[in-house]
């Protein structure tokens, strides 16, 4: 099925540091979102951005929903333990279904 | 009840047997979406259903997969003689609208051997 490409794979960070992760497609999205999954559970939903260049901001992480709708990037600062987890973006078509299509993951280590 | 339910968390089936895979949503909740997680992979569609009428099955792998949804309610994904490649994550999730968020379940973990 169609994926979104994600980058990077995976990351080892040491806690304290910031993190910085993006997608990117071929398609214009209406919607972005990142989601957050932890073993053994569904993804959480952690931003959802609707607008083309919009900028949102929870807690300490900040997404962006690129100027040409086909990017967006997610941002985690001050890195701690329970950040562990895969970080998936989502792009939302907005057409009859509004299924989402998930981007390849990126998974994230942190050591104290 | 409070959030997506599925059932069984975990599945282990002989290669060539069916299996079915159950997901209550969210009560109310009048969009349901199944979607299928490989192990390291994102999240791949495959139905979506609109009250017990699904407009979009075009995720579906093959003909060996089937979904149901009755009462606007619970959801029934079934897989007939199943093969190794089906092992997978199968996640649910389920919205009030289309403006609504998505919740999804924890997913049933299914093992084909």
């Known amino acids: 099925g169609q994926q979104l490409n994600q980058s990077p794979q995976s990351m080892f960070i040491q806690e304290g540091e910031d993190v910085s992760m993006n997608c990117t497609s071929s398609s214009i999205f209406n919607t972005w979102l990142w989601y957050k999954q932890d073993p053994g559970e569904g993804p959480v939903l952690l931003i959802a951005?609707?607008?083309?260049?919009e900028l949102t901001s929870n807690g300490r992480l900040t997404a962006q929903f690129g100027i040409t709708r086909k990017d967006s990037f997610l941002n985690i600062s001050a890195s701690i333990p329970s950040d562990v987890g895969i970080y998936f973006c989502a792009g939302q078509l907005g057409y009859n279904t509004d299924k989402l299509i998930f981007g390849t993951g990126t998974r994230l280590q942190v050591f104290p | 009840g409070a959030g997506v339910s599925q059932s069984p968390s975990n599945k282990v089936t002989e290669k060539g047997k069916d299996v079915e895979l159950r997901c209550d949503p969210i009560?109310?909740?009048?969009?349901l979406y199944w979607y299928r997680q490989s192990l390291g992979q994102g999240l791949e569609f495959l139905i979506y259903f609109q009250g017990n009428s699904a407009p979009d099955k075009s995720g579906l792998p093959s003909d060996r997969f089937s979904a149901e949804r009755t009462g606007g309610s619970v959801s029934t994904l079934t897989i007939q003689r199943t093969q190794q490649e089906d092992s997978a994550v199968y996640l649910c999730a389920s919205r009030a609208s289309r403006q609504g968020r998505y919740t999804f379940g924890s997913g049933t973990r299914l093992t084909v051997v």
């Open positions: 009560s109310g909740h009048t969009a």
């Open positions: 951005l609707y607008k083309a260049g």
